[in-house]
Antibody
Framework: QVELQESGPGLVKPSETLSLMCTVS?????????WGWIRQPPGKGLEWIGSIDQSGSAYDNPSLRSRVTVSVDTSQNQFSLQLSSVTAADTAVYYC???????????????WGQGTMVTVSA | DIQMTQSPSSLSASVGDRVTITCRAS??????LSWYQQKPGKAPKLLIY???HLQSGVPSRFSGSGSGTDFTLSISSLQPEDFATYYC???????????FGGGTNVEIK
């Protein structure tokens, strides 16, 4: 059974960099799929942040591109998110998820972590 | 960027009702559309991918249809556990970018 677990600080100061890790168990990242990050501000909808595959090929949300780095560590079966220059608007629950990409059907996130709340505050 | 517009943003329904939620893309996305269910405090759950394909383990009362720009998610007979927020999501381009709709909150009447 594939499981994903987010980890990282729950509180980040404004202008600093938010760093989160997602640990994958029950499946090897090197076996395929993309691996993505999605966030949800309190009381609001879902926003995709970015995704990466096992080779390190990444793509991300144009609205966040200048601040986002998604990377993968296949030796640890983990992938990570860094979001720089954070403000209060980046306060959200951050989810990691497995992304299945099919030629005719596009991408769908079929396995999700439980999410981790990150608050940006001094 | 492709924008996704869901309607309605909320609805009230009773157990046993048939419920339909629509999602419109700002340009054609072929069948590159997925639907998710999210309950309070929980991660979203994939229901439908490729516009009409039921994810493994999802009850058959859920169905999806549409292609191009207009899509629907239907629940044939609403059950108590179906009260939740539903999101559509597209991913269509040569360098895939993902966009979610704004969500539809299905409440108990």
């Amino acid at each position: 059974q594939v499981e994903l677990q987010e980890s990282g600080p729950g509180l980040v100061k404004p202008s600093e960099t938010l760093s989160l890790m997602c640990t994958v168990s029950g499946y090897s990242i090197t076996s395929g799929y993309y691996w993505g990050w999605i966030r949800q501000p309190p009381g609001k909808g879902l926003e995709w942040i970015g995704s990466i595959d096992q080779s390190g090929s990444a793509y991300d949300n144009p609205s966040l591109r200048s601040r986002v780095t998604v990377s993968v560590d296949t030796s640890q079966n983990q992938f990570s998110l860094q979001l720089s220059s954070v403000t209060a608007a980046d306060t959200a629950v951050y989810y990691c998820a497995r992304e299945s990409v099919l030629l005719l059907y596009g991408a769908a996130f079929d396995v999700w972590g439980q999410g981790t709340m990150v608050t940006v505050s001094a | 960027d492709i924008q996704m517009t869901q309607s309605p943003s909320s609805l009230s329904a009773s157990v046993g009702d048939r419920v339909t939620i629509t999602c419109r893309a700002s340009q054609s996305i072929n069948s590159c559309l997925s639907w998710y269910q999210q309950k309070p405090g929980k991660a979203p759950k994939l229901l439908i991918y490729g516009a009409s394909h039921l994810q493994s383990g999802v009850p058959s009362r859920f169905s999806g249809s549409g292609s191009g720009t207009d899509f629907t998610l239907s629940i044939s007979s609403l059950q108590p556990e179906d009260f939740a927020t539903y999101y559509c999501q597209q991913s269509y381009s040569s360098r895939p970018e993902v966009t979610f709709g704004g969500g539809t909150n299905v409440e108990i009447k």
